[in-house]
């Protein structure tokens, strides 16, 4: 930074004007960390300075969940870990990615990078399962898991689940996928088989949801819309600090043992961001 | 050479501290603009603070900043007045080992530093309710080369909420830049970045 102040600046020259192409790419970056991850992604097709700025890691460290770490290396591998930088982390985790043998599968919401979970009805607990009499297990390519818990016929019905997780802060809605009927294709169309359908107007079903902090939601609903998958919603949670995992337990039961009921199917719980619409 | 001093725009120019000498710090534009500048917020530039910190040059002599305009100084000075005057409305934080009677105090710091949220924010409003993206930008230039964290934060915030939401073409259009990509790499990009355009994966 010389001190030379005559450098051919004179009189008639015009007032320098900022060449308007010319923001440096650290101020595009800075520009672009306001933005929720598509619209960054959209302005890289600007030019070459806009790509380059958009591939910036400190952009996505930001975007990235406070629990990024915790969760890669639940769904990466060593090397995957090693080689990837941040944006295609980002971009990985905005796709499902299948963890705990397959039994469970997580995504980042994309534009808010919002954590959401889903747990397999494998990774459930349900009372009788085992007895075909009550309880088999259909595939179906309806389910993410390519597989689902249909009920026969029952008196208890009580379907456990438990999660241990490092949630990032922020509160969180949990849903069961439940359908009543039993779909199938046939040439192309979808069929619903209700011939086990039944009970679910007599009494409603309960679900339950606490955690290890003490926290504790619980509410009734009628299983109706036969035919559809419908999440239901279970109850809310809310975490408070970062880094503290959280233990999860919930609950969809329908004790009264006064009637029977059936035809159900048990697809999967969803965890999400409450914020995060359906 | 013109060499008047400039007209300062701010009728609020910060008092000096009573018994210390309003140092001033002489700047000059590339278009040949001299500004006189109180040292507290000359020394908001990065550049100009470093420049002084190296060279322990007396302050007497116009500090040339050819990269910046006479309009652009005098918004980004009125821009780091401003923001001192309301950094100061907030009392330092009280340190850790308080006593009680100063945690109390503690109450009047939140009412102070919620106060000055909201001068912040009614300021920035109006510093740029009238600037035309043009300005804009010349502002992120020099606040970029004068090196000013806070302001430059501030532009850049500002603009991606002028550009949020809206298509490729406006933002081409607020920038002025022409895309410089070869048909294949245009392709390239959009398949590189397909996983942010995807439906959303529900159930």
């Known amino acids: ?278 | 050479m013109a060499n008047g001093e400039n007209q300062n725009p701010n009728p609020n120019p910060i008092e000096a501290t009573p018994g210390a000498a309003a140092r001033t710090i002489t700047l000059k534009t590339a278009d040949g603009e001299i500004f006189e500048v109180e040292e507290a917020v000359a020394m908001e530039f990065g550049t100009v603070k470093s420049f002084f910190e190296d060279d322990a040059v007396s302050a007497t002599k116009p500090m040339p900043l050819p990269n910046v305009s006479g309009s652009a100084l005098s918004r980004v000075i009125t821009y780091c007045r401003r923001s001192l005057e309301i950094r100061s409305m907030i009392p330092p934080a009280t340190s850790e080992d308080a006593t009680a009677a100063e945690a109390v105090q503690g109450e009047g710091d939140l009412e102070a530093e919620k106060a000055a949220k909201q001068e912040r924010k009614e300021f920035e409003a109006e510093f740029l309710k009238d600037e035309s993206n043009e300005d804009v930008k010349e502002l992120i230039l020099a606040a970029n080369y004068l090196n000013i964290k806070e302001l430059l934060d501030f532009l850049c915030r500002s603009v991606a909420l002028r550009i949020q939401n809206k298509s490729v073409e406006y933002a081409r259009k607020f920038f002025g830049i022409e895309g410089d990509y070869t048909p294949e790499e245009e392709a390239q990009i959009r398949q590189e970045y397909a996983w942010a355009f995807e439906g959303v994966d529900e159930d």
């Open chain 1, 1 to 278: 930074m010389g001190a030379n102040m005559s450098a051919g600046v004179s009189d008639t020259d015009p007032p320098l004007q900022p060449r308007l192409g010319d923001i440096p790419e650290s101020c595009i970056a800075s520009v672009l960390m306001f933005l929720d991850p598509p619209e960054i992604c959209k302005l890289a097709r600007l030019n070459r300075a806009f790509r380059g700025a958009s591939g910036a890691d400190f952009i996505w460290e930001l975007k990235l969940p406070t629990n990024y770490r915790y969760i890669m290396e639940k769904v990466f591998d060593e090397e995957t870990m090693r080689k990837l930088g941040k944006k295609d982390v980002y971009a990985r985790l905005c796709r499902p990615n299948p963890f705990d043998d397959g039994t469970k599968e997580i995504w980042l919401h994309k534009s808010t990078g919002g954590v959401c979970l889903a747990i397999s009805s494998k990774a459930l607990r349900i009372t009788g399962i085992d007895d075909r009499r009550y309880w088999n297990h259909l595939s179906t390519e309806e389910s993410r898991f390519h597989t689902v818990a249909y009920l026969q016929q029952i008196w208890w019905l009580q379907v456990d689940g438990e999660f241990e997780f490092q949630f990032p802060p922020g509160t969180y809605s949990l849903f069961f996928r439940l359908q009543l009927g039993r779909s199938s294709k046939r040439l192309g169309r979808r069929f619903c088989n209700h011939e086990h359908v039944h009970g679910w107007d007599i009494k409603p079903v309960k679900f339950e949801l606490t955690t290890s902090d003490g926290q504790h939601a619980v509410s009734q609903c009628y299983l109706d819309n036969p035919g559809n998958w419908v999440q239901y919603h279970a109850g809310d949670f809310v975490v408070k600090s970062t880094n503290a995992l959280v233990n999860i337990k919930f609950s969809l039961t329908q004790i009264d043992c006064t009637h029977t009921k059936g035809g159900l199917c048990v697809d999967s719980v969803f965890i999400r961001p409450t914020s995060v619409g359906k």
